[in-house]
């Protein structure tokens, strides 16, 4: 199994590849970004000879160290992120939430949805997400990520679903942390979420590479994949990737049409069913189980590709709300001046 990671050893950063209980460096100065823009053949390529130098006795910056002795960081530098809402029981357990009404809209069936978030804000596993100013329903999403890879003489737009297959370099997990309470605010403008979403993602703990998985998906080109979520402890949540509405490739084949998807994108999946507290509020009537607080310990494991944890930090004392000014709504100006 080629898993692509990037971690901190001893204050500096390197990327390379974890194999058992060993983490082999790239040379230095290279990247897992570099590895994405140089595609996944390329990259398994780069693994065995990375892995059999490492076995062969290297010293010094090129040596091998213990996976316990380095601090896993965020496998990648995302170019964008992009979330879909791909999963029918989350939408309808969310609708429930927020509206009150049953069952699931029509629009949804008709045509993947995503959002862009935040590539700036992306944590690593055994990160401390702090709560965000003026956030009381800090939330989480259990969700498995594509990541993007470069296909040769390809340019990324208006793809079709196999050609779409061969740019996913491969999966990660993400936990797209949820302010619902700002996010509710925000998205009764129509337009949204932001800060609602906006200040922290979690991506890892590695990124699998997709040829792991070829022989795992099934005729439609589904990843039966257990997903679940764990709060200090107690499971929350568990569901099959492969009820996704869509599968990846062909959620990668939207996002491309009359754009690009490029090395370094990342698509997540959306939240599986039941992988929120949001959803279970909805389907319970009330906040049970309740909103995540201050040392809370958040452990999401996907089958195939691993576990990622979070302990959610302070919250952030502030107010970060703003009041529009009623403006009088002029069509052209008077060239007014101060003391005229």
């Keep these: 199994m080629v898993k692509v990671a990037r ?5 500096e950063v390197r990327s390379g590849f974890i194999h058992g209980d060993r983490a082999y460096p790239l040379a230095a100065g290279m990247t897992t970004n570099d590895l ?4 996944l053949e390329e990259t398994l390529r780069l693994s065995e000879l990375t892995l059999a130098a490492g076995a062969g006795g290297q010293t010094g910056e090129s040596a091998p160290k213990p ?7 965020a496998p990648l530098v995302p170019a964008a992120v992009r979330d879909f809402v791909a999963f029918e029981e989350h939408v309808e357990g969310m609708r429930i939430s927020i509206e009150g009404a049953p069952g699931v809209m029509e629009e949804w069936y008709q045509a993947p949805t995503f959002y862009f978030t935040n590539p700036h804000t992306i944590r690593g596993t055994g990160e401390e997400i702090p709560i965000p100013a003026g956030c009381s329903q800090l939330d989480f999403e259990t969700e498995v990520a594509a990541v993007i890879g470069r296909v040769p003489g390809s340019a990324g737009s208006n ?8 740019h996913i370099f491969g999966y990660t997990i993400f936990n797209d942390w949820s302010a619902r309470d700002l996010q509710r605010r925000e998205m009764k403008v129509s337009l949204g979420p932001c800060k ?4 922290a993602g979690t ?16 005729a439609e080109g589904f ?4 997903m679940s979520v764990e709060v200090n402890g107690i499971r929350v949540g568990k569901d099959l990737l492969s009820n996704m509405g869509w599968p990846f490739a062909e959620l990668v084949a939207y996002a491309s049409q009359d754009s690009r998807v490029v090395p370094g994108d990342v698509l997540g999946s959306g939240t599986c069913g039941s992988g929120c507290l949001a959803e279970l509020w909805g389907r319970n009537g009330a906040q049970t189980p309740p909103p995540l607080q201050t040392g809370d310990r958040v452990v999401m494991a996907v089958d195939g590709i691993g576990t990622i944890t979070n302990t959610v930090g302070e919250r952030r ?3 970060t709300l703003v009041r529009a000014r009623s403006r009088p709504r002029l069509r052209r100006s008077y060239g007014l001046v101060a003391g005229g």
């Design 223 to 226: 990843l039966s994949l257990e």
């Design 196 to 199: 609602g979403k906006d200040f």
């Design 7 to 11: 971690w901190n050893d001893g204050g």
């Design 159 to 166: 793809l079709t679903a196999e050609q779409a297959h061969r």
């Design 36 to 39: 994405l823009s140089a595609g």
């Design 67 to 73: 996976v316990d002795a380095v601090t896993l960081l």
């Design 203 to 218: 991506l890892g703990p590695w990124i699998v590479t997709a040829d792991e998985f070829e022989d795992r998906h099934d």
């Design 317 to 319: 004392d502030a107010s």
